[in-house]
């Protein structure tokens, strides 16, 4: 599978690319379970809890966290907070490696940074609520998170749908060509307390909507202004952000998280260093492969548990905005 010579120029000169039906329905429905899993056992607890008025079980995945949520916002959170946890990466079940290590989904990254891969634990679960505006995300570049000295190398974010997306249920947009123009200043406390770069600050090319069906992924560079809006749909706009990178590019696979302390000059750290990265791909020693869901979730809570210290970009607030 991979990619053709043609999407992977149309990636570099776009900043993004969108494969359609690169991943079947087997390869979405674990993990689509295991999130309908978790919305059930909230739902019936947050119901004998006396929280809820039912536990909504005759909807669907699309359909009954939204229902929760118009019942009740404060259930919903429970419920959100649930699959979400530490920023919208806490699911760490046997479906989420599946799909991180599935076999063509990584061909295609490898085509656009090498054969030895390392996955990223800042992956993000987005569960989009109908006209909840917390649940957009303002505009922004992966690298507006990752320390400087990884700007120049490349981090490729899989954005997958977990439901058919449109402009109505909040799509994600892009912004065409501007990768090429490095990273843009972004701002602390945007909206839904993400890191934003404001509408005025940021460049003049159209943004493009990628409306997608289940089983297509974009793949977009750590450069590429992207933005979702609010859903104006029934449904829940359920989707995943995936994230890999070279294992030439810095990392903190194999590293003690205790060695990540103010006293350690940031060039030496992982591109993101508050969660653990892990080998996805190795030619010569496929062993360092995290292939087991124990040792993805003992890793990834070894992480947690250690708090690393990141020195972050230092960007300034949006309210002290010049
Ligand atoms: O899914 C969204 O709405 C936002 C995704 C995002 O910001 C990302 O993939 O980095």
């Known amino acids: 599978m991979g990619l053709s010579q043609k999407e992977i120029a149309q990636f570099s000169t776009r900043g993004y690319l969108v494969k359609a039906g690169l991943l079947a329905p087997a390869d979405l429905h674990p993990l689509q379970s295991a999130l309908s899993d978790i919305v059930d056992r909230g739902a019936k607890k947050l119901h004998a809890?006396?929280?809820?008025?039912?536990?909504?079980?005759?909807?669907?995945?699309?359909t009954r966290l939204a229902r929760i949520f118009n019942e009740s916002e404060e259930a919903g959170?429970?419920?959100?907070?649930?699959?979400?946890?530490?920023?919208?990466?806490?699911?760490?079940?046997?479906?989420?490696?599946a799909l991180l290590r599935n076999a063509g989904l990584v061909d295609c990254v490898s085509d656009l940074v090498g054969p030895?891969?390392?996955?990223?634990?800042?992956?993000?679960?987005?569960?989009?609520i109908p006209a909840h505006t917390r649940t957009?995300?303002?505009?922004?570049q992966d690298s507006g998170y990752f320390?400087?000295?990884?700007?120049?190398?490349?981090?490729v974010t899989c954005w997958i749908p977990l439901v058919d997306v449109t402009v109505e249920n909040g799509c994600l947009y892009v912004i065409p060509g501007a990768h090429e123009s490095g990273v843009f200043r972004h701002y602390t406390g945007g909206h839904g307390?993400?890191?934003?770069?404001?509408?005025?600050?940021?460049?003049?090319?159209?943004?493009?909507?990628m409306e997608m069906k289940l089983g297509d992924v974009?793949?977009?560079?750590?450069?590429?202004?992207?933005?979702?809006?609010?859903?104006?749909?029934?449904?829940?706009?359920?989707?995943?952000?995936?994230?890999?990178?070279?294992?030439?590019?810095?990392?903190n696979a194999e590293e003690d998280p205790a060695t990540y302390t103010p006293e350690r000059d940031p060039v030496t750290m992982a591109c993101y260093p508050s969660e653990a990265?892990?080998?996805?791909?190795?030619?010569?020693?496929?062993?360092?492969?995290?292939?087991?869901?124990?040792?993805?979730?003992?890793?990834?809570?070894?992480?947690h548990e250690a708090k690393p210290y990141n020195p972050g970009r230092g960007w300034t607030r949006l309210k002290d905005r010049e």
């Not at 809890?49 to 699309?62: C, D, N, S, T, V």
């Not at 307390?193 to 909507?209: A, F």
């Not at 750590?222 to 990392?251: C, G, M």
């Not at 892990?278 to 992480?303: C, G, M, N, Q, W």
Request: aromatic share 10%; charged share 25%.
């Open 116 to 128: 030895d891969i390392v996955g990223a634990s800042a992956y993000r679960i987005r569960p989009k």
């Open 193 to 209: 307390g993400y890191l934003e770069i404001p509408g005025d600050e940021l460049p003049g090319n159209k943004p493009v909507p």
């Open 77 to 97: 959170q429970v419920v959100m907070g649930m699959i979400m946890g530490r920023g919208g990466g806490g699911f760490s079940g046997e479906s989420m490696l």
């Open 277 to 303: 990265d892990f080998v996805i791909r190795d030619s010569t020693h496929p062993e360092r492969e995290i292939r087991t869901p124990e040792a993805f979730k003992a890793l990834r809570d070894r992480y």
């Open 218 to 251: 974009l793949f977009m560079t750590n450069l590429t202004p992207h933005a979702s809006f609010v859903n104006r749909s029934e449904i829940v706009r359920w989707s995943i952000d995936l994230r890999y990178q070279s294992k030439d590019a810095p990392n």
């Open 49 to 62: 809890g006396g929280k809820l008025a039912g536990p909504y079980e005759q909807e669907g995945f699309e």
């Open 147 to 155: 320390l400087p000295h990884c700007d120049r190398h490349l981090i």
């Open 136 to 140: 957009e995300v303002p505009w922004h």
